[in-house]
């Protein structure tokens, strides 16, 4: 007679090599709280258009420039190139290198005092900002059984919700206090 494993067996077999579910969803947490910050440090920009143009005396093509072009070129080109090293490094490391780097070059932002300055520390931050989903996806798949990944992604990229969030919360602080 052959005897067939409990579920909670297969389950444990299963999820072998993985975190406890509870640290596994705290990471997630931990990384949207990382998500709805870097969508409060990109949106931040667009409610402050009137002063930055007047502070840096630029012009609405100078600004259309900084607000998306300059952040969007590295975020762009340099998500497949960082993806490749959160698979083969420390992807905590990783992600915490790009949020200091973010960090760093958001408070070049409010230091700089012309077109090129904001130009460049905004690429800074789009290249900080690049580090982030190749690092939560690599992290996820590293904490959740592949059964489980997707619901995991799933709600960390609720984009709408974590948009909805960081810019509320950017335009409050934006309109909170005042420059």
Not at 84 to 103: E, N, Y
Request: aromatic fraction near 14%.
């Amino acid at each position: 007679m052959k005897k067939t494993p409990s579920p909670s067996a297969t389950l444990m077999t299963r999820n072998a090599g993985y975190p406890s579910a509870g640290y596994s969803w705290y990471v997630v947490v931990v990384l949207l709280l990382v998500y709805i910050l870097s969508f409060v440090d990109r949106s931040i920009v667009q409610y402050l258009v009137d002063p930055i143009r007047a502070d840096l005396n630029i012009n609405d093509f100078q600004f259309s420039l900084v607000h998306s072009f300059s952040f969007s070129v590295l975020y762009t080109i340099m998500g497949i190139p960082l993806g490749r090293l959160a698979d083969s490094r420390s992807r905590r490391g990783l992600l915490g290198g790009g949020i200091a780097l973010w960090c760093i070059m958001t408070i070049l932002c409010g230091k700089a005092n012309g077109f090129w300055g904001l130009f460049f520390a905004r690429m800074g931050v789009g290249l900080g900002e690049a580090c982030l989903v190749p690092c939560a996806y690599s992290l996820i798949a590293d904490y959740f059984a592949r059964e489980k990944t997707g619901t995991a992604i799933k709600y960390l990229l609720e984009r709408h919700h974590v948009r909805d969030t960081g810019g509320k919360f950017g335009r409050w602080t934006c309109f909170s206090v005042r420059l």
